[in-house]
């Protein structure tokens, strides 16, 4: 099986940065895209970022200039520089990757359990 595991969240001040990681293990032939996505009670998940396998990288409007993603693919890791913070930024984040395994023609996408972010005084 594949299991993403995010850490790095926590409490943060308005302002303030975190750095979130997250790792892929398990049974993996090769890993395409990945980014982060978020969900605040009541609302629906939404994607934050994206990065390709060869690194481009795509960012939704409100996080531009702020968030950054990048990725270590020796590692199969992808982690989220988040500068700036505000409290809207407040949720829990998830991770997601694209992923093929061995005995797979496909890729599928899986995601991480959620680690909670709380931008506050």
């Known amino acids: 099986q594949v299991q993403l595991v995010e850490s790095g969240g926590g409490l943060v001040q308005p302002g303030g940065s975190l750095r979130l990681s997250c790792a892929v293990s398990?049974?993996?032939?090769?890993?395409?895209?990945m980014g982060w996505a978020r969900q605040v009670p009541g609302k629906e998940r939404e994607l934050v970022a994206t990065?390709?396998?060869?690194?481009?990288?795509s960012y939704v409007d409100f996080v531009k200039g702020r968030f950054t993603v990048s990725r270590d693919n020796a590692k199969n890791t992808v982690n989220l520089q988040m500068d700036s913070l505000k409290p809207e930024d407040t949720a829990v984040y998830y991770c997601?990757?694209?992923?093929?395994?061995?005995?797979?023609?496909?890729?599928?996408?899986?995601w991480g359990q959620g680690t909670q972010v709380t931008v506050s005084s």
């Open positions: 398990g049974s993996i032939f090769s890993v395409d895209s």
């Open positions: 997601n990757a694209r992923v093929r395994g061995p005995y797979s023609s496909a890729y599928s996408n899986y």
């Open positions: 990065i390709t396998s060869r690194g481009s990288t």
